[in-house]
């Protein structure tokens, strides 16, 4: 069975540009997860979708950043304009139900954005 | 205080050592307990679920102390493919949260 997948593995792009990336669950996962990852303040959650509507968007961090889920198999994430701040690895993940129902979230390969 | 907290490391052992990772959560409403583990430059993977009961796969033993909001990972007869990032995540509602990961690097 194909796992998650995200788009593109990596992006490079200069300050100011606007940046999209890609994901498609595990069929049949009701949650989705995108986090961002870096050195300095580990893994973070940015927003979670439960059957394409945005539950908690809590961890977006500013305006800039802007998530949609318009399909069941299908989510964006978009910076714009990016700043070289946004440098880090976006992962995308996908659970069949909710975490205090014990269900287990498997992620995506990753993007690594570099905003120069 | 942040909700998962985990020793940083690295834990440096040789092959064979036994080696064990802590964890403490916050919110007392915890309701699952995971393992992950992530490799440099991967995604993170689920190396275990972790019961009430405590449970043990292979080598790998998890335990959870409620009354304490603690939970642990043993790792028995370590193997150099061991080393890696060990992430504890607690779940509550809808929500997963990660510690910030423990680092093992099993030496030759």
């Known amino acids: 069975d194909a796992g998650v997948i995200q788009s593109p593995r990596h992006e490079v792009t200069e300050m100011g540009q606007e940046v999209t990336l890609r994901c498609k669950p595990i069929?049949?996962?009701?949650?989705l997860f995108w986090y961002r990852q870096t050195m300095m303040r580990g893994l973070e959650l940015l927003i979670y979708f439960n059957n394409n509507v945005p539950i908690d968007d809590s961890g977006m961090p500013e305006d800039r950043f802007s998530a949609k889920m318009p399909n069941a198999s299908f989510s964006t994430l978009k910076i714009q304009p990016s700043e070289p701040r946004d440098s880090a690895v976006y992962f995308c993940?996908?659970?069949?139900?909710?975490?205090?129902?014990?269900?287990?979230?498997?992620f995506g390969p990753g993007t690594r954005l570099t905003v120069t | 205080r942040k909700e998962v907290e985990q020793d940083p490391g690295p834990f440096n052992v040789p092959e064979g050592a036994t080696v064990a990772f802590n964890c403490t959560y916050s919110n007392s409403a915890s309701q699952s307990f995971f393992w992950y583990r992530q490799d440099c430059r991967k995604e993170p993977k689920l190396l275990m679920s972790v019961y009430s009961s405590g449970n043990e796969d292979g080598r790998f033993t998890a335990q959870l102390n409620r009354a304490s909001q603690y939970i642990s990972l043993l790792i028995r007869d370590s193997k150099l493919s061991d080393s890696a990032t060990y992430l504890c995540v607690v779940g509550y509602g809808q929500n997963f949260v990660f510690g910030p990961g423990t680092r093992l690097s099993v030496l030759p």
């Open positions: 993940a996908s659970s069949l139900g909710p975490a205090g129902l014990s269900y287990e979230q498997y």
């Open positions: 069929s049949g996962h009701d949650y």
